[in-house]
Structure formats: structure tokens, C-alpha cells
Nanobody, 126 residues
């Protein structure tokens, strides 16, 4: 199982960014995949999750209405579209999956998923 996040960078407040998570060794359409972020000095925070059973999506309150998670099964890739970004969105973003836990466990569970990829840095600053 491998996950590789990409697409991070420097973006101005109010701007947009799209993160990608390329998976290998398993099929994203059959597993819950979460985006989790970690800012310096802070604990990991669940951001969003997409169910492997259907297309149900979940969002932390802090990003609801601004971020959109999606999946492309043909590319075995998960995306996180970020719009209206804020300085507090600055963090390293990771994608993660689990053998048993699903998105429905809630955003507090996503940071405890089993498998993680390398993260991608997102910096929101003017």
C-alpha cells in the first residue's frame, strides 16, 4: 500500500489549490481515503474523507463549504480541492487509508488510519 500526496505550495489567502493523492497497491474505490493535516506545534487534524463503499463525503467543520474531496477510480487517485483558503489552513497535508476503519468513524478517527503517504506542504500567506 502506497500513497503519495502532491500539489501543495504557496497560495494567497482567498486563493485555491488542488491536492492529489496517488495510490498504488490497492484500489481507492474499495477503501475509505482521508485527508489529514498537521500544522507546526499542533496535533493531526482530520480534514475530509471519502467512503470506499459509495461516494459519501465527509468534512471537518473547519473546511466545510470550502474544500471538496473527490475520487477518480480510473487514475486510482483522490483529490482535495481547496478554495477560499485561510492562513489557518497552513499545514502539511497527508492522505491516509485503513484496513478496517471507515470515514463514518468521524474526523477524530481519520488521523489514526493505518496507512499514510508522504505529505505535501500548503502555505497560505500574502
Amino acid at each position: 500500500v502506497q500513497l503519495q500526496a502532491s500539489g501543495g505550495g504557496l497560495v494567497q489567502p482567498g486563493g485555491s489549490l488542488v491536492l492529489s493523492c496517488a495510490a498504488s497497491g490497492f484500489t481507492v474505490g474499495q477503501h475509505s481515503i482521508a485527508w489529514v493535516r498537521q500544522a507546526p506545534g499542533r496535533e493531526r487534524e482530520g480534514v475530509s474523507c471519502i467512503s470506499g463503499l459509495d461516494d459519501t463525503t465527509y468534512y471537518a467543520d473547519s473546511v466545510k463549504g470550502r474544500f471538496t474531496i473527490s475520487r477518480d477510480n480510473t487514475k486510482n487517485t483522490i483529490y482535495l480541492q481547496m478554495i477560499g483558503v485561510k492562513p489557518e489552513d497552513t499545514a502539511v497535508y497527508y492522505c491516509a487509508t485503513d484496513r478496517g476503519k471507515t470515514c463514518s468513524y468521524g474526523d477524530s478517527a481519520w488521523p489514526n488510519f493505518d496507512f499514510w503517504g508522504q505529505g505535501t506542504q500548503v502555505t497560505v500567506s500574502s
